[in-house]
């Protein structure tokens, strides 16, 4: 996921915004501190996690959550891991996984 300071850089198939469709649309995205988001101070250089209720076209969103490298969020519709930030990379962006994951089972003795 690159950020939105970044959209000029990115191509074709690069994510900036990844929306999780549900009973309320939930929302991933890379808060880069760049550009025109060179001011945040909030959850800068950090993967943001937020939503808003389905429908329309356009509505206030409720942040859930800042994340890092290492971080899972299992509250959302799917889990959100985010497995990598790298900023020394030009575009800077953030290596997320979202979906369903079940705990890794203990291994058993027979």
């Known amino acids: 996921v690159y950020g939105i300071a970044d959209y000029g850089s990115t191509g074709t198939g690069d994510t900036v915004i990844v929306q999780i469709p549900g009973t309320e649309d939930w929302y991933v995205s890379f808060n880069r501190q760049l550009g025109i988001n060179s001011g945040t101070r ?6 943001l996690v937020h939503k808003r209720p389905t429908g329309g076209t356009y509505g206030a969103s409720t942040l859930m ?8 969020y299992t509250n959302a519709t ?3 891991i985010v497995n990598a930030i790298d900023l020394s990379t030009d575009p800077a962006f953030a290596s997320v996984t979202i979906g369903n ?10």
């Open 42 to 47: 909030e959850g800068k250089n950090q993967v």
């Open 78 to 80: 799917l889990d959100i």
């Open 101 to 110: 994951f079940s705990p890794t089972k203990s291994p058993t003795n027979s």
């Open 65 to 72: 959550t800042k994340m890092n490298t290492g971080d899972t």
